[in-house]
């Protein structure tokens, strides 16, 4: 069964640098996403993405980030300078295409520790 | 925006009773509602879903159903075994993109 794959599973760094957190979305899918969790509280949405451009953004989603569709297959969250807050897990999904009610698909997640 | 209220946000149940999780929203063109399974250390897995035309949809001991009116769509559980101990989370659509979830119950089912 296909599968979101997203590395590394966890990456640490210290407060100031970038870190880039890096996605492989279903292959046939068209519209991808990345969201956050704090630990303990509930998933945020953070970006969608979707013919090499940003759909929709949230005011979390600032400047200090951006995504990338480097490639054919990757996908790409940059943080330029972390923040202790930036702590969290971060999870890529992927849709089908845009439309209303599609199924979006998950992967594990990255878990982002900033020191 | 959008924004999903769920309860409880734990519930303990014995094995073989039924487990029911209850969202509310209150963007009335939200027009889809996920439900999603997570475990320890994972992502969220999609387990079942509801879109605004149904009432009710049934997937095996899977159940979800919707009250468009009262804004409101609940997830029961039947017949619950120790594996399906995990946090569940509910969201709603809105109409675009993106996806608003609740704050998740933890379920623990207990031997």
């Known amino acids: 069964e296909p599968e979101v794959t997203q590395t590394p599973s966890h990456q640490v760094t210290q407060m100031g640098q970038e870190v880039i957190l890096r996605c492989v979305p279903i292959?046939?899918?068209?519209?991808f996403y990345w969201y956050r969790q704090i630990l303990g509280q509930k998933v945020e949405f953070l970006v969608s993405?979707?013919?090499?451009?940003?759909?929709?953004k949230s005011e979390i989603f600032d400047d200090q980030f951006s995504v990338e569709r480097p490639d054919g297959s990757n996908f790409t969250l940059k943080i330029r300078s972390t923040k202790l807050e930036d702590s969290a897990m971060y999870f890529c999904?992927?849709?089908?295409?845009?439309?209303?009610?599609?199924?979006?698909?998950f992967g594990p997640g990255t878990r982002l520790t900033v020191t | 925006g959008e924004n999903v209220e769920q309860h409880p946000s734990t519930l303990s149940v014995q094995e073989g009773d039924s487990a029911v999780i209850k969202c509310t929203y209150s963007?009335?063109?939200?027009?889809?509602f996920p439900w999603y399974k997570q475990e320890l250390g994972k992502g969220p897995q999609l387990i079942i879903d509801?879109?605004?035309?149904?009432g009710e949809k049934k997937d095996q001991r899977i159940a979800v159903t919707l009250n468009k009116t009262a804004k409101h769509f609940s997830l029961h559980i039947t017949e619950t075994q120790p594996e399906d101990s995990a946090v569940y989370f509910c969201?709603?659509?809105?109409?675009?993109?993106?996806?608003?979830f609740g704050k998740g119950t933890m379920l623990l089912v207990s031997p």
């Open positions: 969201a709603a659509n809105p109409g675009y993109s993106t996806l608003t």
């Open positions: 292959s046939n899918h068209l519209y």
């Open positions: 999904a992927s849709s089908e295409g845009p439309g209303l009610a599609v199924e979006q698909y």
């Open positions: 993405f979707y013919n090499n451009e940003i759909s929709e």
């Open positions: 509801i879109r605004s035309n149904v």
């Open positions: 963007d009335s063109a939200s027009n889809y």
